[in-house]
Nanobody, 123 residues
């Protein structure tokens, strides 16, 4: 069982930066594929990025965020982050971290989810 708790969301102006984090409970964090998804009002949850287990040898990003977002993980601190730069109003959403066993862009591949945190980008 893994519990995930996000933090660091908030309001930022377009063009600015924000970092959200996700702390995991348990001692098996390093074995999980970790991911970020987001859900905007009236839209389905969408993939943002995922990173491999064991200190993250590889990461994958949605085209909409590639080059602007990075997904570092710190296995020593059981922490996943999402560094968001050059933010746009269309990045406004609730952001969720997730843990799973396989690298996937599909939400149903992930077993554990955080409660979500709001990120709002003003124009």
């Amino acid at each position: 069982q893994v519990q995930l708790v996000e933090s660091g969301g908030g309001l930022v102006q377009a063009g600015g930066s924000l970092r959200v984090s996700c702390v995991a409970s348990g001692r098996t964090f390093r074995t999980y594929v970790m991911a970020w998804f987001r859900q905007a009002p009236g839209k389905e949850r969408e993939f943002v990025a995922h990173i491999s287990p064991w200190s993250g040898s590889g990461a994958d990003y949605a085209a909409s965020v590639s080059g602007r977002f990075t997904i570092p993980r710190d296995d020593a601190k059981d922490t996943l982050s999402l560094q968001m730069d050059s933010l746009k109003p269309e990045d406004t959403a609730v952001y969720y971290c997730a843990a799973g066993s396989v690298r996937s862009r599909y939400a149903n591949a992930y077993h554990y989810w955080g409660q979500g945190i709001q990120v709002t980008v003003s124009s």
